[in-house]
């Protein structure tokens, strides 16, 4: 364990003996990091501030499930991805279409293409990414809207980095694939 998770483990041992105002601690380390996490997802600023309330009122209730041997950081990242799914589950928000911007795939064509083309093409990849394993839909949200890197996905979901890298290059086949038979009907 290094100094940094030592400093949250004993911010986490004071707030369940009871000091309850020790929480405040966790709350400035990680807002940041879970509001970003949660507008990014949900791309409207009032609802990422509440969802962001409501992860640390689950990170408080569920503390003493903590196991220290894991970084806090990823305990408390998972507690976010987790409630920010259900949060887009609950609102059918999932279906939402992708801006341009934030996609990065290695199949765009021209830049010239129309901007419907475009847009419906987006559409298509996120509704083929929708029907994937959480665990899957999880590295490649991380990997192309987060922009986190292949080591960072490794230490965030616990998988080895090879595995991030063969899962987002099997995602990346079965978007090209299910593309292109598309494109031929």
């Keep these: 364990m290094d100094e940094y998770d030592e400093l949250n483990y004993e911010v986490i ?4 003996s009871g000091h309850t105002a020790s929480f405040e601690k966790i709350i400035e380390r990680f807002e940041a990091m879970v509001f970003d996490l949660t507008y990014k997802h949900i791309q409207n600023y009032e609802d990422a501030r509440d969802l962001t309330q409501e992860i640390f009122i689950k990170v408080f209730e ?11 950081f990823s305990w408390i990242y998972r507690i976010s991805l987790n409630e920010i799914y259900s949060y887009l589950k609950r609102n059918k928000w999932k279906q939402k ?8 795939f290695f199949f765009v064509r021209d830049k010239n293409e129309k901007e419907d083309y475009k847009e419906a093409m987006l559409h298509k990849i996120q509704k083929i990414i929708d029907k994937e394993k959480d665990r899957d839909k999880q590295i ?4 192309y809207y987060s ?3 292949i080591e960072e996905i ?9 595995n991030v890298k ?3 290059h099997r995602l990346r086949n079965k978007i090209k694939e299910k593309l292109e038979v598309e494109v031929k009907k």
């Design 13 to 16: 041992e004071a707030v369940l």
């Design 62 to 72: 569920n503390l003493d499930k903590y196991d220290k041997n894991y970084k806090f």
């Design 97 to 104: 279409t992708i801006s341009i911007e934030k996609v990065k």
């Design 140 to 143: 490649f949200s991380l990997f």
């Design 147 to 149: 922009d986190y890197s």
């Design 154 to 162: 490794s230490k965030l979901t616990d998988e080895t980095k090879s």
């Design 166 to 168: 063969v899962i987002l």
